[in-house]
């Protein structure tokens, strides 16, 4: 069932902006009212194309997408969509593993299967909006790219340079290898990984979308051997800074 709070209050003034693509228009407009309710911006869009031009004009910070469109699959749109700014939470009614893994494969931030809680929705973005907004440790300048051999990664500008060329990371992959790259040379476990990135700590030991986001992040940043990300087996991943890394700050 679709719960909303009962004590909620009207706020005035919005801080994040969320776009809803949904074609149920009774679920679509609960969704709306609540987090406006709930001092967010609210969009909504019933399709694929007008979720193309809602993304242009509205420029949402986290997209509520339905798996099913329509016109499209929400799985395309939320590959086409994913950029260092804004969020994706899939929404379905579907809850089978490999549809799961395919939406973090395609760059979803977190996944929830109908019917559902919003306070539980809420919970989960507000994690999301924590997560991106968390700062760099304090041994880090971050005003001060990190450069390492060819690999550039801005802090304050949450961008990720190679070779001159900007990679396109999505939000979730900046923050993990954010994550990693400001703690180096240490051991994290999945567990712990998902405890910082996706703010969750009942971790099981079964969520393999670590791997899957890992391998990402490597693919693009030219890593696919893990000589920056290193894999730890039986233990976890590690980011390793070293003499042979030619680590720098950047002036």
């Not at 693919?219 to 990300?229: F, H, M, P, S």
Request: glycine share 4%; charged share 25%; hydrophobic share 40%.
């Amino acid at each position: 069932m679709y719960l909303i709070d009962k004590e909620y209050q009207v706020v005035e003034k919005t801080q994040k902006k969320i776009l809803v693509v949904d074609d149920d228009p009774a679920l679509q407009n609960l969704i709306c009212r609540f987090f406006k309710y709930n001092n967010y911006a609210t969009e909504s869009a019933f399709d694929g194309k007008n979720a193309r031009q809602q993304l242009i004009r509205f420029k949402p910070d986290l997209v509520i997408l339905d798996v099913n469109l329509p016109d499209d699959t929400g799985l395309n749109l939320c590959q086409e969509m994913k950029t260092n700014q804004t969020l994706v939470v899939m929404l379905t009614s579907m809850n089978d593993t490999n549809y799961v893994l395919e939406a973090f494969a395609k760059g979803a931030d977190d996944y929830i299967t109908k019917p559902f809680n919003l306070q539980i929705l809420k919970a989960k973005i507000d994690a999301l909006f924590r997560r991106v907004s968390t700062s760099t440790p304090s041994y880090f300048n971050k005003n001060k790219p990190l450069i390492l051999n060819q690999l550039k990664i801005d802090f304050c500008r949450r961008e990720v340079i190679s070779d001159g060329e900007i990679i396109a990371l999505t939000a979730l992959e900046f923050d993990l290898l954010h994550f990693l790259a400001t703690n180096p040379n240490r051991v994290w476990d999945r567990g712990e990984l998902i405890s910082a990135i996706w703010n969750r700590d009942n971790y099981t030991g079964e969520d393999r979308k670590v791997d899957i986001h890992i391998g990402r992040i490597r693919k693009k940043i030219g890593d696919q051997e893990g000589k920056l990300i290193k894999t730890i087996w039986g233990r976890g991943y590690m980011f390793e800074m070293s003499n042979q890394n030619q680590v720098q700050l950047a002036n």
